[in-house]
């Protein structure tokens, strides 16, 4: 698990949301853009699943 306040662009996580309460395709997907971490920071989560070996090396 990550805090959110810990997100950065290249970390693959995944969102323990239901599909409807989130704007993503996708509640498992690398981080692609700063905007994508603010989105994430709105939904509420305290910390989310990261999984780093599927995260860009420089993140891990």
Do not use: C, N, T, Y
């Not at 409807?20 to 989105?39: A, N, R, T, Y």
Request: charged share 20%.
């Amino acid at each position: 698990m990550v805090a959110i306040q810990d997100l950065r662009v290249g970390m693959f996580i995944h969102l323990d949301l239901g599909w409807m309460s989130h704007p993503f395709p996708l509640s498992s997907f690398k981080i692609g853009s700063v905007e994508q971490i603010e989105i994430i920071r709105g939904l509420g989560q305290k910390q989310v699943r990261w999984s780093p070996e599927r995260s860009d090396e420089a993140v891990a």
